[in-house]
């Protein structure tokens, strides 16, 4: 079965166009492919005639080519005949875009095995039902909601599969945008009549040039295919995190109406899940902190020398007491450690600040320069940090309301750290006045979060990153 034209078809037509309606679902998807992404898009439509200029044909055999892909926007019982019509023209992809399936019952349980034999019968890779598609930009946008209502997220590393169409673009797309989290491809799944979870996970780990890191969220394995995604994951080279809803009894009978899923028992779940080097995160929150790491270090340009955090023994320097002791507190939660500096550390590091810090900061772990510190302080510091061997990483605490701290610290760091490959890791508050700060940082792919458990987080992803890429590597050499 063919994945590839989902995801990256030559052309496409889209079946379910209103010319009254302009928000029905149909219409939406192929104006906007047709004026917004690079995809050929043509339009069916019983009646041919025209939309907005753009010609529209009355039947599937009337086109001037077979398309890779059909985008069915149409009600459940007239979908099969589409789904008949991609077998007989041997169009290799479709995206049923409605319900009126295994989620509403007995009859939409007969329904979907129609639409399962004809596609497993005739080797369509049908994406649906019950879904919102495909997000590919910029060749491909089959989500059919009004561009101006909903938020695009950049392009990255990450593939994005969602179990649930409205989770996808509100609780992932809104937040990857927000904190700069990039998209290679996403995906709304539905009810996985024949496309599922499975068989993404191994197109994008062995066929998607553009995918490393790959997410999902999931309201349960596909009947039977548990153990094959398993296998996929630990076998493949990228980072897998999978985030699962439906596991409380009341989660459980929500999905059943939801996508006719069902979820296990979560502690066997996550047993299996960390066994086989898949990352469940205990919150969204967690989630997106991960993603955002590993999207950071899986571009060409890398913010620091990677497989490093082993033992998780960090430094922490902050400009305010308060957030120190925070930060240094929450350590603990997540497998790390400060580290003890020594008399002579201590000392040196005093020498390198300017006189009021040296008389008022502390020079323990954490390292509390206070709101005297200037540039300058916050640099040597840095600097010293990353000459010390047994730090596996930095978490700097940076609070710009200091009066001697410039919007020019996010350079200055990013600068030391470029030379010296050190992971740092930042917390700065996220608040718009700080943006050319943190825009400076983000533009060295320095990570940066915008509360201090999620910059802790992620130093834990780090260290969870490098565990699980020895492992696979030692289970690639036999050991």
């Not at 979908?79 to 008949?84: C, L, P, R």
């Not at 179990?163 to 990857?176: A, N, R």
């Not at 500096?341 to 323990?364: L, Q």
């Not at 718009?432 to 915008?450: C, D, M, R, T, W």
């Amino acid at each position: 079965m063919n994945l590839k034209k989902l995801f990256k078809p030559e052309s496409m037509a889209v079946v379910g166009i209103s010319k009254k309606n302009p928000l029905s679902p149909g219409r939406i998807i192929f104006l906007k492919n047709e004026f917004e992404m690079t995809v050929k898009v043509y339009g069916i439509h019983p009646e041919g005639g025209n939309l907005e200029g753009v010609t529209l044909y009355k039947r599937l055999d009337d086109l001037p080519e077979i398309p890779d892909l059909l985008v069915i926007a149409i009600p459940a019982d007239v979908t099969i005949k589409y789904v008949q019509d991609c077998a007989d023209l041997g169009i290799p992809a479709c995206i049923i875009i409605g319900g009126g399936f295994s989620e509403i019952g007995n009859e939409g349980i007969i329904r979907q095995g129609k639409l399962e034999k004809i596609a497993f019968d005739s080797d369509i890779a049908i994406l649906g039902p019950n879904c919102i598609g495909v997000y590919s930009s910029p060749l491909l946008d089959t989500i059919f909601m009004p561009t101006e209502r909903i938020t695009r997220p950049p392009k990255g590393s990450v593939a994005l599969i969602s179990q649930s169409g409205g989770v996808l673009v509100d609780q992932f797309f809104h937040k990857f945008s927000e904190i700069n989290i990039g998209v290679s491809t996403a995906v709304s799944i539905g009810n996985r009549a024949v496309v599922d979870e499975t068989m993404l996970l191994e197109y994008f780990s062995k066929e998607d040039k553009e995918t490393s890191n790959i997410a999902f969220y999931l309201e349960g394995f596909k009947l039977n295919r548990a153990r094959n995604f398993l296998e996929l994951a630990k076998q493949s080279e990228d980072m897998i995190i999978t985030f699962f809803g439906g596991l409380t009894e009341k989660g459980k009978r929500a999905t059943k109406s939801h996508t006719a899923s069902l979820s296990g028992d979560n502690r066997i779940l996550s047993a299996a899940l960390k066994q086989n080097l898949i990352i469940q995160p205990d919150s969204e929150i967690e989630m997106l902190t991960f993603l955002k790491l590993y999207n950071i270090l899986s571009r060409k340009k890398k913010p620091f020398e990677e497989n490093m955090m082993i033992y998780g023994n960090v430094a922490i320097l902050s400009l305010s007491g308060g957030h120190g002791v925070i930060c240094v507190d929450i350590l603990k939660k997540y497998g790390l450690s400060a580290v003890e500096f020594t008399e002579k550390e201590r000392d040196e590091m005093k020498e390198s600040v300017n006189p009021v810090v040296r008389y008022i900061g502390s020079f323990n772990n954490p390292i509390d320069l206070t709101g005297s510190a200037q540039d300058e302080d916050v640099e040597n510091i840095t600097q010293y940090l990353s000459n010390i061997d047994r730090i596996e990483c930095i978490i700097l605490l940076i609070l710009p309301y200091a009066p001697s701290i410039s919007f020019q610290i996010g350079r200055r760091i990013a600068n030391i750290i470029a030379q010296k490959k050190k992971p740092l890791i930042c917390f700065i508050p996220y608040i718009q006045k700080y943006g050319l700060i943190i825009e400076a940082l983000e533009l060295s792919n320095i990570p940066v979060f915008h509360s201090i458990e999620e910059a802790v987080q992620a130093v834990s992803a780090l260290k969870l990153r490098t565990k699980i890429h020895n492992i696979k590597k030692e289970l690639k050499l036999g050991y």
